[in-house]
């Protein structure tokens, strides 16, 4: 039957694939299994096989893409560029069109109507607030409690940022549009209240487009293709005349960069994209953001994949973290697990890669811990258990600037 929707892999991205095994070693399930069928090559060749009508959409190539991760970290080390990622997303749109199911679904549901909605989020983040303070969580089946286990407190409502405008301390720098996201304006919103006050204190106006909507970085890399390119036809729209697109969840970001493949050219926008990270490390290193005097101690830096393996950013972060006064410690760089509905659907796998990771932030001895992506955030935050502080780097960074300026006042 082979592929069926304008999403598919293309005969292009796969041949690039030269069968050489480099991505092998880097690849966390096939590091579990060692099988091939586990390896983004042996992915890659079933894709393939597909594509030439070899195989079908079955259950066993199904199961061969959902215990893929997403993380990517088959990318960066691919002599070839292979860009497995638009892959993975293009082979599970064609299963959620071939195959269809209950449960694919109900998630498509939640992704796109659900993230997509204000309305819903507004009620979703209620009743995670009601859960949180009546203990149901304990309760809750264990595929959840770990999502739950890590959140931050939540706020009963969070008031919105759409529409809002801030004006630049000093000359304008630049333009930014700003992502308020889904989960990241009601769940993480001292995230975006640090990234906001950074950019307008480097020079930069920022605006927060009213009518934008989840970047739809979650549909798509649950093969909810329609919607995801629904969602970014529609921020393409919001955003309008600005000179970036920000965001400050690194999944967000890694998303937007990608947007050319879901929105017709002739409607994309003439912004650049960049994740936060890469914004205020600039403006620390240009001079126009200060750094800390102050010795803060270490902090454990986590790379989220999608800042790592999606956007190849790495050295920000540390130099963020450097500014506000810590010495960071880089820990493995090794998916943490978290991966979107992963933790939900694969809670074994999902629970294993999050206790190594762990292990590995406990042998730094840091009881402060960066990470710039939500969903890794509550990976860590579950795991680590009491007397750790996971936070954005950026939150991080401004913390430090306010105590600071709290001394010297
Ligand atoms: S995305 Fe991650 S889990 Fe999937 S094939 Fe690549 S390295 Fe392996
Ligand atoms: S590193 Fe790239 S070219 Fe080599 S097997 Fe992996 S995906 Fe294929």
Known sequence: MGYQTPYAPTRTELS??????????????????????????????????VLDGIIEIDDTFEETLSFCLGCRACEPVCPSMVPYGRTLEGARAEIAAQRGGVARRFR???????????AMMNSITFATALVQRCGLARVAPSRFRTGLGGLRRIRWKTPSL???????????????????????GPWFGEVHQASISLLVRAG????????????????AHDGAADGA?????????AFGDVDYVVADAAGCSAHLKDYAHWVPPDEMGNWQVKDINELIAEAI?????????????????????????????????????????????????????????????????????GKNKV???????????????????MQLRSHLGEGYQVLHPVELYAQALEEDSETTA
């Open 108 to 118: 498509a549901w939640i992704t796109v109507s659900w993230l997509g909605s204000r």
């Open 204 to 219: 930069y106006r920022v605006v927060v487009p009213p009518g934008q909507t989840c970047c739809g970085a979650l549909a």
């Open 16 to 49: 690039n694939c030269i069968q050489c095994g480099l991505c092998l070693p880097h690849c966390p399930t096939f590091r579990l299994t060692g099988k091939e069928t586990d390896s983004p090559r042996g992915r890659l060749t079933a894709m393939s096989a």
């Open 229 to 237: 390119s629904r969602m970014a036809s529609h921020n393409v729209k």
């Open 285 to 353: 290193e240009g001079g126009r953001l200060p750094r800390s005097t102050r010795r803060r101690g270490g902090a454990a830096l986590q790379h989220p994949c999608h800042l790592r393996n999606a956007q190849r950013i790495t050295d920000q972060p540390r130099v963020i973290l450097e500014a506000a006064g810590y010495d960071p410690s880089d820990i493995d760089p090794m998916c943490c697990g978290a991966a979107g509905f992963y933790s939900i659907l694969r809670p074994e796998t999902s629970a294993h890669l």
């Open 359 to 377: 292990k590995e932030i406990r042998q730094t001895e840091s009881t402060v811990v960066a990470s710039a992506n939500p969903g890794c955030e």
């Open 162 to 184: 759409q529409g809002k405008r801030f004006e630049p301390e000093g000359a304008p720098v630049a333009t930014v549009g700003f992502l308020v996201g889904c989960i990241m």
